[in-house]
């Protein structure tokens, strides 16, 4: 039952990562051209406030993430299943990508923030591929062999390994400048 | 082992790349934190980021005056703090902190700059002046995104702008009668005449007899100004330079070298990074010129200081957009031709220097002191803020505004007439006829 349900819900992480992931990269969200809106959306990137709160919020995404990792290491600290785990750290992926276009408006910028949201972006989408060979494992009968599921694994890890001194990074340039 | 192997690579790399990025941030080029390209009027700075910033405290006010508080008061400015100030405007005041330049002007958004380097948008007006056409009800259809549209209202400088100024010179015609600038006055003179003869040069110099005859022709020779007073050494020890920088010309110059520094061509100087070059420029340069690097004596000449050459030619010789390339077959052009050939007479010349450059008259006691503004920003954008000191010199003000409203006419350097008549002096007029009707019943 539970890889019926897990397969569906890495399936539709991938999915959606993957749209989101295209629409980020081709796609920029304007600044709003009135100050007279219905909806000031405009707030999440003008506001020093709000962006404090998207970013922090990212951030937190990304350490739940992280907890992946610690479940799969140390199963005897944690509940759950790791298959559930997998599934809800698919989820907090997608999650943080939307969060990302609130954070960002899609816009990627220049130099330290340009690296920080290509190593995101391709982080996710190397987590994405991740658990679409995992989830072809369940679909498939010829699906991708465990050597190969592990080496798209270790993509998507090694896309991930400088994300946390760019974070600091910029998290130390915006209250620096 | 294999894991801790794996943990070692992921701190090292993070170290590697941290490590960098904190050496970056001690040395003089922060470039790798610039998240932004900045706006045109400090894209040329945007790595002296301390002109700016201060470390965990962002961008202070104080920053922002440090540059602009003389042009903001210059300009009586519509928008001042201290209008601000007042606690009945404190509701409005959430809405947009206009007290700080930062509310409106946010660097290094690309996306966001609207004109003039604004980030908030076009109808912000709206927000304080919802209910402007109950007041002013031939402002009934427009709408709030045209308030700044040219030639009708400035958020800073409104000096040509404002209602009674508009009724003063509502009936000047499209030239004026005796279309003249001011005539430049000169430092005073430092001693007698100079002549070949008298330099000063040091005997163990080798002297190019071409320059010191550039020199014995030129106002310095004739005020007095020898070879040792400009080629002064900074070292206190060495007593002579043989490249002086803009810290000499100074000495007689102040207020032309702070205007040099506060504009466009100096202001990477006085951030402390390497002279202007045409090649960090966004406008059109000529591609011969792109590797010059701009200080006084690039357009001044290092000996001969011929400001007929500065006011034009220096211009040209780096300057190669539509409006620059244009200026040749301006009817502009043709009035400093004879001007300088002597047919015409002098201030009626028009060269790039009259507009861009101009004529300004300073106090000096009971005396005026016209002197040349070399910040060309103090009379650039908005072009509004070129009326009074400029175009008001030969023309009337309702040409000026229709001339400086037609992007086409500027990029054909005023050949022709202004394409469309903007409506500002005659809604004044018409309002002055109203209240005077009301007034009688």
Redesign the interface.
């Known amino acids: 039952m539970l890889r019926g349900i897990e397969a569906r819900g890495l399936v539709t992480a991938a999915a959606s990562a993957v749209t989101l992931v295209i629409i980020i990269s081709l796609a920029?969200i304007?600044?709003?051209?009135?100050?007279?809106q219905n909806i000031p959306f405009d707030i999440l990137?003008?506001s020093g406030l709000w962006q404090q709160v998207t970013g922090f919020l990212l951030l937190g995404f990304s350490l739940m993430c992280l907890a992946l990792y610690f479940r799969k290491?140390w199963r005897r600290l944690w509940f759950g299943s790791f298959s559930s785990w997998r599934v809800l750290h698919g989820i907090l992926g997608v999650a943080g990508l939307i969060v990302l276009v609130a954070h960002t408006g899609m816009?990627f910028?220049?130099?330290?923030?340009l690296a920080l949201m290509i190593v995101f972006v391709a982080a996710n989408l190397g987590g994405a591929l991740a658990a679409g060979s995992i989830w072809s494992r369940y679909q498939f009968a010829r699906h991708l062999s465990h050597k190969w599921r592990r080496r798209i694994i270790w993509i998507h890890v090694l896309i991930l390994?400088?994300l946390?001194?760019?974070i600091?990074?910029h998290i130390l340039?915006i209250?620096?400048? | 082992m294999r894991t801790r192997t794996s943990w070692g690579l992921l701190v090292f790399c993070n170290l590697l790349i941290g490590a960098f990025f904190i050496w970056r941030l001690q040395t003089d080029n922060q470039q790798a934190f610039l998240p932004g390209e900045a706006t045109h009027g400090h894209h040329q700075i945007e790595l002296a980021c301390e002109a700016c910033h201060i470390p965990f405290e962002g961008v202070p006010q104080k920053a922002c005056l440090d540059c602009h508080a003389e042009e903001l008061e210059m300009a009586n400015d519509s928008h001042a703090e201290s209008v601000f100030s007042d606690p009945r405007n404190l509701a409005e005041l959430e809405l947009l902190n206009a007290r700080l330049c930062v509310s409106c002007h946010v660097e290094h958004r690309p996306g966001m700059v609207t004109s003039m380097g604004v980030t908030v948008p076009d109808d912000h007006c709206f927000h304080c002046h919802f209910d402007i056409a109950e007041q002013r009800p031939t402002h009934t259809e427009m709408d709030f995104n045209t308030c700044a549209t040219a030639g009708c209202h400035n958020f800073h400088d409104n000096r040509a702008l404002y209602e009674d100024f508009l009724l003063e010179h509502s009936d000047e015609p499209g030239v004026l009668v005796t279309p003249l600038v001011s005539k430049r006055d000169e430092p005073e003179a430092l001693g007698p005449p100079l002549s070949f003869g008298d330099h000063d040069a040091p005997a163990d110099r080798e002297v190019d007899p071409a320059l010191l005859a550039e020199w014995a022709g030129t106002v310095h020779a004739r005020t007095g100004v020898n070879c040792s007073d400009c080629h002064v050494a900074e070292d206190p020890k060495a007593l002579w330079d043989d490249s002086p920088t803009h810290k000499a010309c100074k000495s007689c110059h102040e207020n032309e070298v702070s205007g040099f520094l506060g504009g466009k061509h100096g202001m990477r100087i006085a951030s402390g990074l390497s002279p202007m070059s045409p090649s960090l420029a966004r406008l059109s340069m000529d591609p011969e010129a792109m590797e010059r690097e701009l200080g006084c004596t690039s357009c001044h000449d290092a000996h001969k200081f011929d400001t007929t050459r500065a006011a034009l030619d220096s211009c040209l010789g780096c300057h190669a957009d539509n409006h620059s390339k244009s200026y040749k077959d301006s009817p502009h052009f043709k009035l400093w031709q004879e001007e300088v050939s002597g047919i015409g007479v002098p201030g009626s010349g028009v060269s790039c220097a009259t507009c861009h450059l101009p004529r300004e008259s300073h106090k000096k006691g009971d005396d005026k002191w016209v002197l040349v503004q070399h910040n060309q920003n103090k009379n650039l954008q908005p072009n509004e803020k070129m009326i009074r000191g400029v175009c008001m010199e030969c023309h009337g003000l309702s040409f000026s505004i229709d001339a400086l409203a037609d992007p086409v006419l500027i990029e054909r350097n005023f050949q022709g007439q202004p394409s469309r008549h903007v409506e500002s002096v005659d809604m004044a007029v018409q309002r002055a006829i109203e209240d005077l009707k009301r007034k009688k019943k």
């Open positions: 920029v304007p600044y709003s051209r009135t100050v007279r990137w003008r290491h816009r910028g220049s130099n330290l923030n390994s400088p946390p001194a760019l600091a990074l340039s209250y620096y400048f």
